[in-house]
């Protein structure tokens, strides 16, 4: 690889690392606005609030979006470092081995919540709930992910996001992270 290219592959991750830290500011934005635990009550109560639906589907898309980011950012992280990723549970043992991601199961487990929001058109509230709590539930696991891959670009490959204007907010998401678990 030329120098000129690998400077691009690295102007790429850094990037890729800004948009982890879009996802998550606007992930937490979306999650802020909506009162947990959710119940059918409380959906079927409010069938016709836009807003609270539109949030919903705001949390799906960016909770999806957060994790196909760091797909692509750890998949492009791996090559920079040199390591071989023939396939993505490869990439995902790397980052599992190294302590980035909390663990391989807790990953697919994040990636099989959010798919079927995705696909189905669900009018029952129950499992409505049901999905979005269970989404609300794994969104520290991401932002946890998501912090621990930066520091690991940081530390290992000697990268860090484009200086932008989610820097700070990331941060502070992280620090609220922090104190919720205390």
């Not at 919903?56 to 979006?65: S, T």
């Not at 794994?138 to 860090?160: E, H, K, Q, V, W």
């Amino acid at each position: 690889m030329t120098a000129h290219a690998l400077e691009n592959e690295r102007l790429h991750l850094a990037s890729l690392l800004e948009a982890i830290q879009c996802c998550v500011y606007f992930l937490a934005a979306s999650d802020h606005r909506l009162t947990w635990p959710l119940t059918a009550a409380c959906l079927n109560e409010n069938e016709n609030n836009i807003e609270l639906f539109e949030t919903l589907a705001a949390v799906n898309k960016r909770f999806a979006k957060l994790q196909d980011t760091m797909d692509a950012a750890m998949r492009h992280a791996r090559l920079l470092a040199g390591e071989p990723g023939e396939t993505f549970l490869k990439v995902l043992s790397f980052y599992e081995k190294g302590g980035v991601i909390d663990s391989v199961a807790a990953w697919q487990l994040c990636r099989t919540t959010r798919n079927p929001a995705a696909h189905d058109s669900e009018t029952e509230y129950t499992e409505i709930a049901e999905h979005f709590n269970s989404v609300h539930t794994l969104i520290p696991t991401l932002y946890g992910d998501a912090n621990r891959f930066l520091n690991y670009c940081a530390t290992a490959l000697d990268m860090s996001p484009n200086p932008g204007h989610f820097v700070d907010d990331f941060v502070h998401v992280m620090n609220s992270l922090a104190s919720d678990v205390r």
